[in-house]
């Protein structure tokens, strides 16, 4: 069956940097899209962006752009958030979806990782 | 602000149906709908607008009307307590968005 599985939870320091693993099994890696979702605390879901698993290319949505990058490694069907001088207003559950369809009329995201709690506190 | 509106809050009562609207983005695009209980993952309930994936039970079903979309859940149990989202792919923005989110108690 499908799963996600993601990396642990972080406690950073401000200005670190942290890399959050999904990776990917039960299908082809390279066929389907993969996106981020960020959940702050309290708040609804946003959507941060996502990367064609096939290019490797990456698209961050507006405010997500600077010090946060989409990258793969195909090799062991994982994809990654890299995200750099951190702020404590970057903590957040950040879950990876994996997407159907992907920017069509008809997308969506059926399959999630289970989240990555990512705490910056000094 | 999310350019899909849902509303805050609904409640009802256990074996009650209830209803959850999205409204927002254009009329010809399918909407999806996840369950998130808290401290879980999202879960897709439905997708394509109208279809449930297999594991989802036929209480939980979605429609449209124009640009509105509604999630539908019958014979309401107290296990289905939890935030409901809609999203779909705005063609206009060309990017993906995400409704504000619903919370649903059943009383």
């Known amino acids: 069956q499908v799963q996600l599985v993601q990396s642990g939870s972080e406690l950073m320091k401000p200005g670190a940097s942290v890399k959050v693993s999904c990776k990917a099994s039960?299908?082809?890696?390279?066929?389907?899209?993969m996106n981020w979702v960020r959940q702050a605390p309290g708040q609804g879901l946003e959507w941060m962006g996502w990367i064609n698993t096939n290019t490797g290319n990456p698209t961050y949505v507006q405010g997500f752009t600077g010090h946060f990058v989409f990258s793969l490694d195909t090799s062991v069907n994982t994809a990654y958030l890299q995200i750099s001088s951190l702020e404590p207003e970057d903590t957040a559950v950040y879950y990876c979806?994996?997407?159907?369809?992907?920017?069509?009329?008809?997308?969506?995201?059926?399959?999630w990782g289970q989240g990555t709690l990512v705490t910056v506190s000094s | 602000q999310s350019v899909l509106t849902q509303p805050p809050s609904v409640s009802a009562a256990p074996g009650q149906e209830v209803t959850i609207s999205c409204s927002g983005g254009?009329?010809?695009?399918?909407v999806s709908w996840y369950q998130q209980f808290p401290g879980t993952a999202p879960k897709l309930l439905i997708y394509?607008?109208?279809k449930r994936p297999s594991e989802i039970p036929a209480r939980f079903s979605g429609s449209k009307s124009g640009t509105s979309a509604t999630l539908a859940i019958t014979g309401l149990q107290t296990g289905d307590e939890a935030n409901y989202y809609c999203?779909?792919?705005?063609?206009?923005?060309?990017?993906?968005?995400f409704g504000g989110g619903t919370k649903l108690t059943v009383l």
């Open positions: 394509d607008t109208y």
């Open positions: 979806a994996r997407g159907r369809t992907w920017t069509s009329s008809a997308s969506y995201m059926d399959s």
């Open positions: 254009s009329s010809n695009i399918d």
């Open positions: 039960g299908y082809s890696f390279t066929e389907y899209a």
């Open positions: 999203g779909k792919w705005d063609t206009s923005l060309d990017t993906w968005v």
